[in-house]
């Protein structure tokens, strides 16, 4: 756990322009996973590995009873039913289905995010789906971005989540530019910023796991296998995007737009530390 409170405090330094040397801070992507697993094994060394899909499900035997009591009869189905409709029916102005571009339903949410290659970017399911259908001419007014139509957008990503369950979580990292995107993604997770000065660390990883009054804060390690996600506490599904969004913006930040290159390079990071956990959405919380 020192080693991996060390690697954080040097992360810290980065973000803010400051140096500290490796490996202290490793920009290995796998050197930097296994020290998030190790942190999360010495601080919980109960809970098996495969366990931290489930968040705070893992550790809470009391909120792991009320989770199970949701999933008898899950809010997620509306959701997961509406977007297959959609996914079914919905065409491109050409005519085409969403699958022309994007590939089948089943295991289509096992590839991202990715990096590609040819632009140099981190490739995010929804943003994905959004470039579809612009670049197949849709009325700007019908595209499923978070700001016209983020209900159609939030239910096809749950029923798409639906379709790889029980997949493994396999981000892959196989050049400089993906390294690189990680990296960036790391700095971002540290990086203090807003009017509380605070960082995504400061809640998830410093203190996942922990109690805030009377809930717990969800951890880094499995954080993104069950997105989106059905919240009781405002009755909707959320996107990860949209989950990143509120949370930058209740720290007093001012958020960028979601699927932003900043939020993207998150997501990268934090997908590629759940690697080797089952994917389990959509899942719900309180």
């Known amino acids: 756990m020192k080693r991996l409170f060390s690697s954080m405090i040097a992360a810290s330094v980065l973000a803010t322009g400051g140096a500290m040397a490796e490996p202290a801070n490793p920009s290995d992507p796998e050197e930097f996973r296994q020290l998030m697993v190790e942190f999360y094994q010495e601080r919980y060394p109960d809970v098996p590995f495969e366990e931290y899909n489930n968040g705070v499900y893992a550790i809470d035997e009391d909120a792991r009873s009320q989770w199970e009591g949701m999933m008898v009869f899950p809010e997620t189905d509306q959701y997961v039913a509406a977007g297959e409709e959609l996914w079914n029916e919905y065409r491109l102005p050409n005519g085409k289905p969403l699958s022309s571009c994007l590939g089948e339903a089943k295991g289509l949410r096992a590839k991202y995010p990715y990096f590609n290659e040819k632009d140099g970017e981190v490739h995010s399911l929804g943003l994905d789906i959004i470039n579809c259908q612009k670049n197949a001419g849709e009325d700007p007014e019908k595209v499923w971005d978070p700001k016209n139509n983020y209900k159609k957008l939030a239910n096809v990503l749950a029923y798409l989540a639906s379709e790889s369950n029980g997949m493994t979580n396999n981000v892959q990292i196989n050049s400089e530019g993906a390294k690189a995107a990680y990296n960036r993604g790391k700095e971002a997770w540290f990086r203090r910023t807003g009017r509380l000065d605070n960082s995504c660390a400061d809640c998830h990883q410093y203190h996942g796991g922990k109690y805030v009054r009377a809930e717990r804060l969800h951890m880094n390690l499995g954080n993104t296998t069950h997105f989106p996600l059905f919240r009781y506490s405002k009755g909707s599904m959320f996107t990860l995007h949209k989950r990143i ?37 959509p899942g719900i919380r309180k």
Do not use: H, I, K
Not at 245 to 270: A, I, K
Not at 272 to 281: A, Q, V
């Open 245 to 281: 969004y509120g949370c930058f913006r209740d720290t007093g930040t001012v958020p960028f737009e979601q699927y932003s290159p900043y939020y993207r390079d998150l997501e990268f990071f934090m997908s590629y530390n759940d690697n080797e956990l089952e994917l389990n959405g």
